[in-house]
């Protein structure tokens, strides 16, 4: 309902006047002069992301789950597989090559849950999160710099798990939380 001691804006936009190139490498950041919906310019600096394909594996009604270090938080994480997507490379082929890298799972059946920006007031990431099942166990294949532990946790636990902030990974809250919804389990 409108409040009339509110705001209201016909048009929510800003208009890019220059663009500069801070830095290139596996993400990149740019720094915008934009003008307002006011006429006013503002800088906005913000980082250039691939895009990215996340998989929650359920089996037997256990979450496959991905331990490994993040240098920006300084501590170990338990995640669902992830990773950035490669040039050409659509969403489902990166979550089910993301699931074989990390896991060695493949799926027989892998559905798509959700996709949503994970920071958008500072980044233009988009990731695409799906549900496998059907998992087949085979070899993982990691990064060359992607030192893993892949435990199967039941899904109770791994609610539980975000419950007493053990984790903290926005993608695999926001996913096990979906599928919780969606299972009632």
């Known amino acids: 309902m409108y409040n009339k001691f509110m705001s209201y804006y016909d048009k929510l936009e800003e208009t890019k006047i220059s663009s500069k190139s801070l830095h290139r490498g596996v993400v990149g950041f740019n720094k915008d002069i934009v003008r307002l919906i006011d006429g006013s310019t503002a800088t906005r600096e913000y980082m250039v992301h691939p895009g ?13 789950l991905v331990q490994q270090y993040r240098y920006p938080v300084h501590k170990t994480t338990w995640e669902i597989p992830a990773g950035k997507m490669k040039k050409g490379q659509t969403p489902l082929s990166c979550a089910k090559a993301e699931l074989r890298e990390e896991t060695g799972y493949a799926a027989s059946k892998i559905k798509k849950l959700i996709s949503f920006h994970p920071c958008c007031a500072f980044s ?22 992607e030192f893993l532990n892949v435990k199967l946790f039941p899904l109770k636990t791994a609610y539980n798990m975000i419950k007493n902030g053990l984790i903290t990974d926005s993608k695999t809250i926001i996913a096990l939380s979906l599928y919780r919804n969606m299972h009632g389990r």
């Open 52 to 64: 990215a394909s996340a998989v929650l594996p359920v089996i037997g009604g256990k979450a496959v």
């Open 124 to 145: 233009d990431e988009i990731l695409h999160i799906f549900i496998a099942e059907g998992l087949k166990p085979g070899k993982t294949n990691p990064d060359e710099d």
